[in-house]
């Protein structure tokens, strides 16, 4: 188990806490049982004489810790499982593309019918990243359950608390279900001043330092290392010299040419860092370089990705080498917004949600969507092809309480009038936020631009045919927690 020192001063517990409240306020201390405390007889004899961490989280008793996790969730029990969560909380559940957040209440509700279903967790390659007061534990996990299997990286944010350690923070970083095929996809995204060729990167083959690309207090914080053509493999060095067209959101253009590489890293810290950088814990500010340096040793080898950086300034969300045609996303006009509200309320998933919403929230004589919510209804009309409509619809969106997400495509026929809607694909359990797509001409489908999304600002690229996909091409690093 992999074990690095971070050297950052963050005193005091890292629970979470909702950006409502005061910095100084105190956290309620999680409830633990005496099975959760940290025990020396479970940590191994190299782990319990490996250096502490900063600020009282040794090695040992975290290495016993995670491997005491794993343990409840094979053992199926719940209640060992559950102590193990601070009060103040933010998970984040990621299937496949889908992904959700809760505060512990519901993030334990959610994981109960996992123990009662007997799904097994198995975890490899664990890396421990220490900060004072806190450690990011990040690992492969393999999820199974009968019918279903999936594999990808996961975080758990691990702070101090009366018993020994707790959870503050626990995110499927990325999940692969086992049956998903993923397809090659020509639209990439675009970062700043360069495309993202490479969304993951070995950290330790970097021989330059971080330097701040933001400003320290910025929300995200990007982080960027030059780094040698050498260094990276033969098809992200392919692209030197290569011509690449930015797209805005809203179908601006720019185009440039690939002239040099970067490695970055993009994300928003946990609040505590923050406080200890801003000199609140009765320490010095930190500088830039040592925010940079922080920032970089916490990220993992997924959060580093490589960008080509242009020989001219451009901005953009997307881009592509082949300059496809951008086609503007537009709100649908008053008949057919019409029906496609109506073609949403008819779905299977639809119904769903609002047997599930009257449950959880008591509102029965309102659509799930209007309490706290959004609906969205989007047409395309790309020359020579037909068509396309999306009614997006979501209602919550915090850590607690009801939350549903609904998206679905239609092909639009008729007259303007008198619309008819033709079933394109499967809806989705999420919101989609359509900007434009990119086409590439009568043989390929629509490449759909969507995002940002999700709290961690997701970008990504859909495609309704043969099968609808959604591909993520770009995300924010995000250690915080709203709940």
């Not at 910025?218 to 260094?231: F, L």
């Not at 047997?355 to 799930?368: I, Q, R, S, T």
Request: charged share 20%; aromatic share 8%; glycine share 8%.
């Amino acid at each position: 188990m992999k074990y690095l020192s971070l050297a950052l001063l963050l005193a005091g517990s890292f629970a979470c806490k909702s950006k409502s409240e005061s910095a100084s306020a105190p956290s309620p201390a999680p409830a633990r049982s005496a099975s959760a405390a940290p025990s020396a007889a479970s940590a191994t004899p190299s782990a319990a004489s490996a250096t502490p961490a900063p600020s009282g989280l040794p090695e040992a008793d975290v290495t016993a810790f995670v491997t005491r996790w794993e343990t409840a969730q094979n053992a199926h029990d719940f209640a060992a499982y559950s102590a193990l969560y601070a009060e103040r909380f933010m998970g984040v559940k990621r299937v496949g593309t889908y992904s959700k957040r809760f505060d512990r209440t519901a993030w334990l509700a959610d994981r109960k019918p996992m123990f009662e279903g007997g799904a097994k967790v198995r975890i490899t390659d664990v890396t421990l990243v220490a900060a004072a007061g806190a450690t990011r534990a990040v690992f492969t996990q393999e999820f199974t359950s009968s019918g279903f299997r999936d594999i990808g990286k996961k975080e758990l944010f691990l702070v101090p608390a009366p018993g020994g350690i707790a959870i503050s923070r626990e995110e499927m970083l990325s999940s692969q279900i086992s049956e998903e095929v993923v397809s090659t996809e020509s639209v990439l995204s675009y970062h700043r001043d360069g495309v993202v060729l490479q969304r993951s990167f070995d950290k330790a083959k970097l021989a330059s330092s971080p330097r701040l690309l933001s400003a320290p207090n910025a929300s995200p914080i990007q982080v960027g290392y030059d780094v040698a053509a050498e260094a990276l493999d033969n098809a992200t060095r392919g692209w030197l010299g290569k011509d690449v067209t930015a797209y805005t959101a809203t179908g601006e253009s720019c185009s440039g040419k690939v002239t040099r590489f970067e490695v970055r890293v993009q994300a928003v810290p946990h609040f505590g860092m923050r406080q200890s950088w801003n000199g609140e814990r009765e320490e010095p500010k930190a500088t830039p370089q040592a925010i940079a340096q922080a920032i970089a040793r916490m990220a993992q080898n997924e959060e580093h990705f490589v960008v080509g950086v242009l020989d001219r300034a451009c901005a953009g969300s997307w881009a592509s080498a082949t300059a496809p045609a951008f086609v503007r996303a537009t709100a649908a006009p008053a008949a057919l917004r019409t029906a496609g509200i109506a073609a949403l309320k008819a779905l299977p998933g639809y119904a769903e949600l609002q047997k599930k919403f009257v449950k959880e929230a008591g509102e029965g004589n309102k659509p799930w969507e209007t309490v706290n919510g959004e609906l969205s209804v989007m047409e395309l009309r790309a020359p020579s092809r037909p068509a396309v409509l999306l009614v997006a619809a979501r209602s919550g969106g915090g850590c607690a309480g009801f939350n549903g997400s609904l998206s679905a495509f239609w092909n639009v026929a008729g007259t303007a009038e008198a619309p008819k809607l033709q079933a394109l694909a499967p809806s989705l359990n999420e919101f989609v936020t359509l900007r434009g797509a990119l086409d590439h001409g009568a043989e390929q489908s629509l490449a759909l631009l969507a995002g940002p999304d999700n709290f961690d600002d997701q970008l990504a690229v859909l495609r309704l045919a043969p099968k609808v996909t959604r591909r993520v091409v770009f995300a924010t690093s995000f250690w915080d927690c709203d709940c």
